[in-house]
């Protein structure tokens, strides 16, 4: 016969009771998923970020291209929208859902593109093509994407004088002597600037390069 060992019944039950507590503890947030890569993107980590983008880049496609219209400034404005989520990552509080936070990031995005005077005209697509595009941008997750994105972050931090030399130089493809002559400065100038964009943009993706 089975007899109950009382000393062993009172662990167990102030055990139970220390895991009940510790439930009960938990917020909502602490227990969504989302929530808590949401604050591992804001504390700098960039493969949190690759997750979100693994998990919510076709919702995000799918807005833009619904309000575009156009296939190729959608897939754009997608990663433009992770871009500026790691911006306004810190004003959420998960207070709601991830997804409902991100949809209207992603429509106010696409509303100030569309105001802008001079939008891209391309071919478009109808509805029914959709989801053959959105593979193309799951081919590029999630360390193709993240890299672009840590790299447009940094560019953007960099100071005002050597941004412009360093995005005329190695993204528009002008020479020195252009530069020079489109920023009003001499040559040497411009090199000098673009020096110290290379520099500061290798301390700043550094973790990244390890």
């Known amino acids: 016969m089975f007899t109950a060992n009382p000393g062993s019944m009172k662990v167990d039950l102030i055990k139970n009771r220390r895991r009940l507590k510790l439930c009960d503890s938990l917020t909502p947030q602490a227990l969504n998923p989302d929530f808590l ?7 700098g980590d960039i493969a949190a970020l690759g997750e979100l983008y693994v998990k919510h880049h076709r919702q995000v496609y799918a ?6 219209r156009n296939a190729a400034e959608a897939e754009d404005l997608t990663q433009d929208v992770f871009v500026h989520l790691v911006r306004k990552i810190g004003s959420y509080r998960g207070e709601s859902r991830f997804s409902t ?16 005077p ?5 071919p478009t697509l109808d509805g ?3 989801q053959s595009i959105v593979p193309r941008l799951k081919e590029r ?3 193709q994407i993240t890299d672009r994105i840590a790299l447009q ?12 030399v360093f995005v005329l130089f190695a993204i528009a493809g002008y020479k020195h002597d252009e530069i020079a002559k489109l920023l009003g ?14 520099t500061k943009l290798k301390q700043m993706l550094r973790p990244r390069l390890a």
Request: aromatic letters at 4%.
């Open 37 to 43: 890569l949401a604050r591992a993107v804001a504390g």
């Open 63 to 68: 807005v833009c291209f619904n309000m575009t």
């Open 101 to 116: 936070w991100l949809h209207r990031l992603t429509v106010n995005l696409v509303l100030m593109h569309m105001r802008r």
């Open 118 to 122: 001079l939008r891209r005209e391309q």
């Open 128 to 130: 029914d093509n959709v």
């Open 141 to 143: 997750v999630p360390v």
């Open 153 to 164: 972050l940094a560019v953007s931090q960099l100071p005002r004088g050597c941004r412009a």
């Open 185 to 198: 400065c001499s040559e040497g100038t411009s090199k000098s600037q673009l020096h110290r964009a290379r």
